[in-house]
């Protein structure tokens, strides 16, 4: 199939949560993963932006501008640094804005190798929030 040459790591999104923390805060995690067999890192980075509805209107709002600063934590940036052999989990408290409601988030992985570029775009839907 030709999905295989766009994805040949088989690059995919697995587990996505959000849990309620106290002050209004969120966590979010989300695994990135890869089924190819074979023992090479994967480098790269993740464009993380969720979509969801402001006052009736659709609104976009990078993942990174959503991000709880904790001090001595270097913040994700957002373009996050993907580096991991199976998987890699991100996970971050966030704090969703005033009146926005989120509905899905839109992926996006490109990898750092120059020989064999990957570039994979996933949606997910915002999970229901324990």
């Known amino acids: 199939t030709s ?9 995919s999104f697995g587990v996505f949560s959000v ?3 106290p002050d209004n805060k ?3 995690k989300l695994v990135v993963q890869k089924l190819a067999e074979g023992d090479d ?6 464009r993380f932006i969720v979509v969801g509805q402001r006052d009736g209107q659709e609104s976009r709002i ?3 501008e959503m991000i709880v600063s904790k001090v001595g934590a270097e913040p994700l940036a957002e373009n996050i640094p ?5 998987f890699q989990n991100i996970e971050t408290e966030i704090v969703i ?4 409601m989120p509905a899905r988030v839109e992926l996006a992985v490109k990898s750092e190798s120059r020989r064999n570029p ?10 229901e929030i324990k």
Not at 82 to 86: A, I, Q
Not at 118 to 127: A, D, F, H, R, T
């Open 3 to 11: 999905n295989k040459n766009k994805n040949p790591k088989g690059i």
């Open 19 to 21: 849990t309620e923390l």
């Open 26 to 28: 969120h966590q979010l």
């Open 41 to 46: 890192d994967f480098t790269g980075q993740l």
């Open 62 to 64: 990078s993942l990174h």
């Open 82 to 86: 993907l580096n991991f052999k199976f």
């Open 97 to 100: 804005p005033d009146g926005f």
């Open 118 to 127: 990957v570039s994979v775009e996933g949606q997910l839907e915002w999970p």
